[in-house]
């Protein structure tokens, strides 16, 4: 009997000591886990104030490093690059002399007096020296840009400006301010054609402009000045005979040109009757 009682008190005296160890076990295993720091917990507002003020700084260290880079001054030994300057004008040969008659666009008929070299932002341009006697104005333009200027027409093409100037005019029916730049970007393309064209489509021929604006008759007037210097210095004729002839052409002013005659013969007449008294 003692036997026995013995071996069941040391039976649960080993399950009491196996309790107790898992029991140890099982509290050292959660002290591990508490020490582990989880991620999804929030971090408190202190550190992360702390964080930026630290990232700021560093930012601020990296300006200040640009700054001082930016500031520093260069050394002797470094290489500093070349700043090539156009000093000249790029050569070109002159097409037109002194002394020639010269149509600019923008302008009308124009006699070169000379050629100057000019320094603009630091590079010499050669130009030609334009006069323009009906404005009693000067004006320069470029060598490297005389493709803006054209030479005085041919006989041939004043002839055909005359028959340009005979034939119909040719109106459009739409608003009178479209007309009005067409017309304008005609005259200043400075082509003697489109010229005459101007000029024959804004004739009123006898009539005294009562059914002809302000505007339109400023327009024939420009375009009929321009055209009408032009005729007289290819002609070689004074102003009074190349007036005449556009005139003839348009129908313009035939009365009063009529008139001229009748009295230029009447003159001449008084004058042979003195002779021979």
């Known amino acids: 009997m003692k036997n026995i009682l013995k071996k069941i008190l040391n039976k649960k005296k080993t399950k009491n000591v196996v309790k107790k160890k ?15 720091i989880d991620k999804n917990k929030k971090v408190p507002k202190v550190l992360k104030k702390k964080k930026l003020i630290k990232e700021q700084k560093k930012k601020e260290k990296v300006k200040v490093e640009v700054k001082t880079d930016q500031l520093r001054i260069p050394k002797n030994n470094e290489q500093k ?16 002399k002194v002394k020639d008659y010269v149509v600019y666009p923008k302008h009308g008929v124009g006699q070169i007096t000379e050629t100057k070299k000019i320094n603009i932002g630091g590079i010499d341009v050669e130009t030609y020296v334009l006069k323009f006697e009906k404005d009693k104005a000067n004006g320069m333009v470029p060598v490297n840009k005389q493709s803006h200027l054209r030479p005085l027409a041919t006989i041939n093409q004043i002839n055909k400006c005359v028959s ?3 034939s119909k005019p040719k109106i459009k029916r739409s608003m009178w301010s479209r007309r009005a730049q067409e017309y304008e970007t005609k005259i200043s393309s400075g082509k003697i054609y489109e010229l005459a064209e101007v000029v024959r489509d804004l004739n009123k021929g006898d009539d005294i402009m009562i059914d002809q604006s302000y505007s339109e008759r400023q327009l024939f007037e420009k375009a009929y000045d321009r055209l009408l210097t032009e005729f007289q210095i290819v002609m070689g004729s004074s102003l009074e005979d190349a007036q005449k002839k ?10 009063k040109q009529a008139q001229k005659i009748e009295e ?5 007449e008084l004058t042979n009757q003195e002779i021979s008294e």
């Open 164 to 166: 340009i100037l005979k």
């Open 81 to 96: 690059p070349e700043i090539k300057k156009v000093k000249k004008q790029d050569t070109e040969k002159r097409l037109f």
């Open 264 to 268: 230029e013969s009447a003159s001449s």
């Open 22 to 36: 898992e029991k140890v076990s099982k509290k050292n295993t959660k002290v591990k886990k508490s020490t582990k």
């Open 246 to 255: 556009l005139d003839k052409a348009l129908k313009r002013n035939l009365e």
